[in-house]
């Protein structure tokens, strides 16, 4: 576990100072579950029961994770849909492992010659299957790391590729405050497309949540794409060169939670850099904006999201967790 810790730091020390670009595998930043997309599209620092988070960071995995399935399917932009799963099981007091799989369909696209002549169809797709191990430290800290492997496929073209997550949370469960740091998409490509290998979707995200018990809200902050300060684009919506402030206030998104711990809730979110880069000057297209809902019936909840980009599109999340314990038993608690 001394080697986990090690080997974390010692990332976290080499990579927090670089830049990276995205140019392959972009679909592994996409938010993966409905409570995820309505916060903002970034957290990674709930501290709870939601196991689609363990994807985000595999550091989040707790004890209220054992055993919970989570399952979406999001209907996203230019009629790409896509769909995730995900389990948490705890081996111990202090060991977690979970599994995770994602699967990306773009559609299907029309094949033209040079001419422009048609010569029939071709599709293409994303599939991510990962393994996550998280290690508590002590009362305060537990760290953790994903192992993914991606399969990604163009026409006749094929992609392999093996990344993995490391993270590290600070929970204080007496004043419900967490803070999290974590690395993304570290690795390698294995094949490339044609000859060429390509750069990975490298992502350091800071995150900080606080649940009130003076009022039933849970608030959480994001810095994300911490790799490189410059992720803005060159100009705004009224053409002007994008200043300092801009080039900051992108990094950051947040999002709020009513009613964290009842059986429903209510949730919004914004994430800066969408909202900003996607406004059109003279139209309210609510871009960035995000929001949704929890409902809990029995053993089982659900969510809905609602993610705004530009006028007249976004992309809908939809959720389903399952309390495995409690809907099969603790004959079939797997300890």
């Given at each position: 576990m001394?080697?986990?810790?090690g080997?974390?730091?010692?990332?976290f020390?080499?990579?927090?100072?670089t830049?990276?670009?995205?140019?392959?595998?972009?679909?592994?930043?996409?938010?993966?579950?409905?409570?995820?997309?309505?916060?903002g599209?970034?957290?990674?620092?709930?501290?709870?029961?939601?196991s689609?988070?363990?994807?985000?960071?595999?550091?989040?995995?707790?004890?209220?994770?054992?055993?919970?399935?989570?399952?979406?399917?999001?209907?996203?932009?230019?009629?790409?849909?896509?769909?995730?799963?995900?389990?948490?099981?705890?081996?111990?007091?202090?060991?977690?492992?979970?599994?995770?799989?994602?699967y990306?369909?773009?559609?299907?696209?029309?094949?033209?010659?040079?001419?422009?002549?048609?010569?029939?169809t071709?599709?293409?797709?994303?599939?991510?299957?990962?393994?996550?191990?998280?290690?508590?430290?002590?009362?305060?800290?537990t760290?953790?790391?994903?192992?993914?492997?991606?399969?990604?496929?163009?026409?006749?073209?094929?992609?392999t590729?093996?990344?993995?997550?490391l993270?590290?949370?600070?929970h204080?469960?007496?004043?419900?405050?967490?803070?999290?740091?974590?690395?993304?998409?570290?690795?390698?490509?294995?094949?490339?497309?044609?000859?060429?290998?390509?750069?990975?979707?490298?992502?350091?995200?800071?995150?900080?949540?606080?649940?009130?018990?003076?009022?039933?809200?849970?608030?959480?902050?994001?810095?994300?794409?911490?790799?490189?300060?410059?992720?803005?684009?060159?100009?705004?919506?009224?053409?002007?060169?994008?200043?300092?402030?801009?080039?900051?206030?992108?990094?950051f998104?947040?999002?709020?939670?009513?009613?964290?711990?009842k059986?429903?809730?209510?949730?919004?979110?914004?994430?800066?850099?969408?909202?900003?880069?996607?406004a059109?000057?003279?139209?309210?297209?609510?871009?960035?904006?995000t929001?949704?809902?929890?409902?809990?019936?029995?053993?089982?909840?659900?969510?809905?999201?609602?993610?705004?980009?530009?006028?007249?599109?976004?992309?809908?999340?939809?959720?389903?967790?399952?309390?495995?314990?409690?809907?099969?038993?603790?004959?079939?608690?797997?300890?």
């Open positions: 001394k080697l986990l810790f080997q974390i730091l010692l990332i020390s080499i990579f927090c100072f830049q990276n670009g995205e140019q392959i595998y972009s679909f592994m930043n996409v938010p993966t579950s409905a409570r995820q997309a309505s916060l599209g970034n957290i990674n620092s709930a501290w709870d029961s939601d689609n988070l363990a994807l985000w960071n595999p550091a989040l995995m707790n004890e209220e994770m054992n055993n919970q399935v989570g399952i979406n399917y999001i209907s996203y932009l230019a009629d790409i849909s896509f769909g995730t799963v995900s389990w948490v099981h705890q081996l111990d007091d202090k060991n977690y492992i979970s599994l995770h799989g994602r990306f369909d773009y559609g299907t696209f029309t094949q033209t010659n040079e001419f422009g002549n048609e010569e029939g071709f599709t293409a797709s994303d599939v991510a299957i990962t393994l996550g191990y998280a290690y508590n430290i002590s009362d305060f800290f760290v953790g790391t994903n192992l993914s492997y991606i399969n990604s496929k163009i026409e006749s073209y094929q992609s590729g093996l990344v993995t997550d993270g590290i949370v600070f204080d469960i007496d004043y419900n405050t967490n803070v999290s740091l974590v690395i993304r998409n570290l690795g390698w490509q294995l094949t490339a497309y044609d000859s060429k290998l390509e750069k990975l979707p490298l992502q350091i995200n800071l995150g900080f949540s606080q649940k009130y018990e003076e009022f039933p809200i849970e608030i959480s902050a994001n810095l994300h794409d911490l790799q490189k300060f410059d992720i803005s684009s060159p100009s705004n919506k009224n053409g002007q060169e994008v200043k300092l402030t801009r080039k900051l206030i992108d990094h998104s947040f999002g709020a939670e009513l009613f964290p711990d059986g429903f809730n209510l949730r919004v979110g914004y994430n800066f850099k969408r909202g900003n880069e996607l059109v000057q003279d139209v309210r297209s609510f871009s960035g904006l929001f949704g809902f929890g409902v809990k019936i029995k053993s089982f909840k659900f969510d809905y999201a609602r993610a705004n980009y530009f006028k007249g599109d976004a992309s809908n999340h939809f959720g389903m967790r399952i309390d495995l314990e409690s809907l099969l038993g603790k004959r079939y608690s797997w300890q």
